[in-house]
């Protein structure tokens, strides 16, 4: 018997829909990336491993399913420290969702900015700053793309970000790959670094995963490592500037265009430079780009005075925990010591989600009696007292370089290893 063409391409076309559709169904069930909101049963999907490999994609289609009125917006420190339940936040803004984004520039903290704001009408966003994300020589990360956000930098509507992740999300062998391996994952002992449903990355067991590994001095060596040699003066440049001379990008107008659509729009908008540790700063310091951490600061209150004027209102706040104080100084155990838990960080550049609840209650203006805030920390930067608070930390800065010798020697040797007097020179001639 002989099969027509018209009849074997029928056969073809419904043989293929029902494939996909299969397809699409499994990975929407699964939903590794929590890009569809499936129900999360334990013991088939409710661990998300694949979610931190495919963390842009997913991001931006939560919020586009998710449509919050609060977000906060930053770098993995402020994804991991952040709570959306924290009871200083306006309990009118629902929902409310952690927008942070691992090693993020400031273009993709912008450009997620505008996609939430696009989605729907932000009420409140708060904004974890850090120095090395406003570095125009550093590019964006390779998952991200501008066709799955809900509007152009321009502020002109993308019609089709729906549609984009389509393709990927259901019926890629990637997309394909991740279910399986999210219900494989599901009794692993190792199952990657999870993250909550509110978008913060998952907290709890992280103390206990270091002291069980090499411990906290050997977690702080490889995060300073990975700063010292690509973060603060990434390949293939090695340079650092807000302005990107090769290609004349500005990362203080993406600055500008973030708080134009924050105080046109009515925004409650706060700002935060993160307390990360104190070797961070030395990082920076040996890094001999003291001078443009301080430059940045000053940069971030002037323009921030300057598009208030304009709007005829007052500043948002930015509030600086950074620097050298009883939390930022907390002491780092020793190699020999496996056991000794550090109750503030899990490393230098990312600090608990307990030392977050204290930054937030500071600027949420909420008074916790369980844990009561030191005045000294966090300063609400203004052009009239940051040349004395700039002042204040350096002083400090010597204060500690006297008293952790040991550690201080242990960055200037990390920077030492990977560059010379000379290359570190270049780099106060970059705008």
Same mark, same amino acid.
């Given at each position: 018997?002989?099969?027509?063409p018209?009849?074997?391409?029928?056969i073809w076309?419904?043989? %293929?829909?029902t494939v996909?559709?299969?397809?699409?169904?499994f990975?929407?069930l699964?939903d590794?990336y929590?890009?569809?909101?499936?129900p999360?049963?334990?013991? &088939?999907?409710?661990?998300k491993p694949e979610f931190?490999d495919h963390?842009r994609?997913?991001k +931006?289609?939560?919020?586009s399913r998710?449509?919050p009125?609060a977000i906060i917006?930053?770098s993995?420190?402020a994804?991991?420290?952040?709570?959306?339940?924290?009871?200083?936040?306006?309990l009118?803004?629902?929902p409310?969702? $952690?927008?942070?984004?691992s090693a993020?520039s400031?273009?993709?903290?912008?450009?997620?900015?505008?996609h939430a704001?696009k989605?729907?009408p932000?009420k409140?966003?708060?904004v974890g700053l850090?120095f090395y994300?406003?570095n +125009?020589y550093?590019?964006?990360?390779p998952?991200?793309?501008?066709?799955r956000?809900a509007?152009?930098?321009?502020n002109?509507p993308?019609f089709?970000y729906p !549609?984009?992740?389509i393709?990927?999300v259901?019926?890629?062998?990637?997309?394909? $790959?991740?279910?399986l391996?999210?219900?494989?994952?599901?009794?692993?002992?190792n199952k990657g670094?999870?993250? &909550?449903?509110n978008?913060?990355r998952a907290w709890?067991?992280?103390?206990?995963?270091?002291?069980?590994g090499a411990?906290y001095?050997?977690a702080?060596?490889?995060?300073?490592?990975? %700063?010292?040699?690509t973060?603060?003066?990434?390949?293939? !440049?090695?340079?650092y500037?807000?302005i990107?001379?090769?290609?004349?990008?500005n990362?203080?107008?993406y600055?500008?265009?973030?708080l134009?659509?924050a !105080?046109?729009?009515?925004? /409650?908008f706060?700002?935060?430079i993160n307390?990360?540790?104190a070797?961070q700063w030395e990082i920076?310091r040996?890094?001999?780009?003291?001078d443009?951490?301080e430059e940045?600061?000053?940069?971030?209150?002037? #323009? @921030?005075?300057?598009?208030? +004027?304009?709007?005829n209102?007052?500043p %948002?706040? #930015?509030?600086?925990f950074?620097?050298? $104080?009883?939390f930022?100084t907390?002491?780092?155990p @020793?190699?020999? /010591?496996?056991?000794t838990? *550090?109750?503030? !960080?899990y490393e230098?550049?990312?600090f608990?989600k307990p030392?977050? /609840?204290?930054?937030?209650?500071?600027?949420?203006?909420y008074?916790?009696?369980?844990?009561?805030?030191?005045s000294s920390?966090?300063?609400? &930067?203004?052009?009239? @007292?940051l040349?004395?608070h &700039?002042l204040?930390i350096?002083?400090?800065?010597?204060?500690?370089?006297k008293?952790n010798q040991?550690d201080v *020697? *242990?960055i200037?040797k990390?920077? /030492?290893?990977?560059y010379?007097?000379?290359?570190?020179?270049?780099?106060?001639s970059q705008?």
């Amino acid at each position: 018997m002989t099969i027509k063409p018209t009849t074997y391409l029928k056969i073809w076309l419904l043989s %293929f829909s029902t494939v996909s559709i299969c397809f699409a169904f499994f990975n929407g069930l699964i939903d590794p990336y929590r890009v569809v909101g499936s129900p999360e049963i334990k013991g &088939l999907n409710q661990l998300k491993p694949e979610f931190s490999d495919h963390l842009r994609l997913a991001k +931006a289609n939560i919020v586009s399913r998710l449509a919050p009125q609060a977000i906060i917006l930053g770098s993995s420190r402020a994804e991991q420290a952040y709570d959306t339940e924290h009871p200083g936040w306006n309990l009118q803004a629902q929902p409310r969702y $952690n927008l942070g984004l691992s090693a993020v520039s400031f273009y993709e903290l912008l450009r997620y900015f505008q996609h939430a704001h696009k989605v729907q009408p932000l009420k409140q966003t708060v904004v974890g700053l850090d120095f090395y994300m406003f570095n +125009a020589y550093r590019s964006s990360k390779p998952d991200f793309s501008e066709k799955r956000l809900a509007t152009t930098v321009d502020n002109q509507p993308n019609f089709f970000y729906p !549609y984009h992740d389509i393709l990927p999300v259901f019926l890629s062998e990637d997309g394909f $790959n991740s279910s399986l391996n999210t219900i494989r994952q599901q009794k692993s002992k190792n199952k990657g670094t999870p993250y &909550l449903k509110n978008g913060q990355r998952a907290w709890k067991h992280k103390p206990e995963e270091i002291v069980k590994g090499a411990g906290y001095q050997k977690a702080f060596a490889v995060t300073e490592t990975i %700063f010292t040699q690509t973060l603060y003066l990434p390949p293939p !440049y090695k340079k650092y500037g807000f302005i990107n001379t090769e290609t004349g990008e500005n990362y203080w107008e993406y600055y500008r265009t973030l708080l134009r659509t924050a !105080y046109k729009d009515n925004i /409650d908008f706060r700002m935060i430079i993160n307390p990360s540790h104190a070797r961070q700063w030395e990082i920076i310091r040996h890094l001999k780009l003291w001078d443009k951490f301080e430059e940045w600061k000053r940069e971030l209150v002037k #323009i @921030n005075e300057e598009e208030a +004027a304009k709007f005829n209102t007052s500043p %948002f706040p #930015i509030w600086d925990f950074s620097g050298y $104080n009883e939390f930022t100084t907390e002491t780092v155990p @020793n190699s020999e /010591d496996k056991t000794t838990q *550090m109750q503030w !960080y899990y490393e230098s550049s990312h600090f608990s989600k307990p030392l977050g /609840d204290l930054v937030l209650s500071k600027v949420f203006d909420y008074e916790d009696k369980k844990y009561p805030i030191p005045s000294s920390f966090g300063v609400l &930067l203004t052009s009239d @007292n940051l040349e004395n608070h &700039l002042l204040k930390i350096r002083a400090d800065q010597q204060e500690y370089e006297k008293t952790n010798q040991e550690d201080v *020697m *242990m960055i200037k040797k990390l920077v /030492d290893k990977y560059y010379s007097e000379s290359d570190l020179e270049k780099f106060h001639s970059q705008p």
